[in-house]
């Protein structure tokens, strides 16, 4: 089992930055790719970005492709979205997932079954 817990949210000004984390517990954290997904009101939650276990390889949505950063550190048991160059389309709810599957790198997009309670973020013009 790995409970995650996430912080870090906020308001932001649009072209600002921000800094989400998230703190897993559990002895499988380092063997599990880890995802970054957000809801905003009135949509269906959408993903943002992805880890796999040894954050040797990351994915990104296209939305946030080259604004956010994921990283991670399994010494720390830690997950990091750094956001820059935030915009108002970016508020929603984040939240930090770890994948059902241990060793994964690739079809990261899904298959998440841990899930933290979330953080919001919100982007003013």
């Known amino acids: 089992q790995v409970q995650l817990v996430e912080s870090g949210g906020g308001l932001v000004q649009a072209g600002g930055s921000l800094r989400l984390f998230c703190a897993a517990s559990?002895?499988?954290?380092?063997?599990?790719?880890m995802g970054w997904f957000r809801q905003a009101p009135g949509k269906e939650r959408e993903f943002v970005a992805s880890i796999n276990y040894n954050g040797g390889r990351s994915l990104y949505a296209d939305s946030v492709k080259g604004r956010f950063t994921i990283s991670r550190d399994n010494a720390k048991n830690t997950v990091l979205l750094q956001m820059n160059n935030v915009k108002p389309e970016d508020t929603a709810v984040y939240y930090c997932?770890?994948?059902?599957?241990?060793?994964?790198?690739?079809?990261?997009?899904?298959?998440?079954?841990?899930w933290g309670q979330g953080t919001q973020v919100t982007v003013s013009s």
């Open positions: 559990g002895r499988t954290f380092s063997s599990r790719a």
């Open positions: 997932a770890a994948h059902g599957y241990v060793y994964r790198s690739d079809g990261l997009t899904t298959g998440y079954d841990h």
